[in-house]
């Protein structure tokens, strides 16, 4: 079963690629859905507000970073593998740019 904070695979349709993903979805409605929102995570980093920086100490491969301007809804049935699962610190981190992103204060 998915989780929220877990990275996992995802291919998104042509032009992009296959590519991790952070589920965001909370847990309680994972089981009761059949999508799950995620966010992109890209090679490109460019330290702003509406990233998080993720690394090998994250579990990750490489340096790279979540992009919270490419939130998708997607289909629980093409999510892939499971990479890692991000620390409630890093979490604390996504929650701060995704209200950054859709301009919620906290």
Known sequence: M???GE???HTFRQPDKRRPVIILTRDPAISYLNTVT????TSTVRHV???VFLS???GLFKNCAANFYNIQTISKAKI???ITVLSPEKMKEV???LCFTLGIEQ
């Open 7 to 9: 990275v996992r695979w």
């Open 56 to 58: 090998e100490a994250d």
């Open 2 to 4: 998915m989780k929220r």
């Open 95 to 97: 929650e701060k740019a």
């Open 49 to 51: 507000p509406s990233e």
């Open 80 to 82: 892939g593998g499971l």
């Open 38 to 41: 995620v966010v992109s995570i």
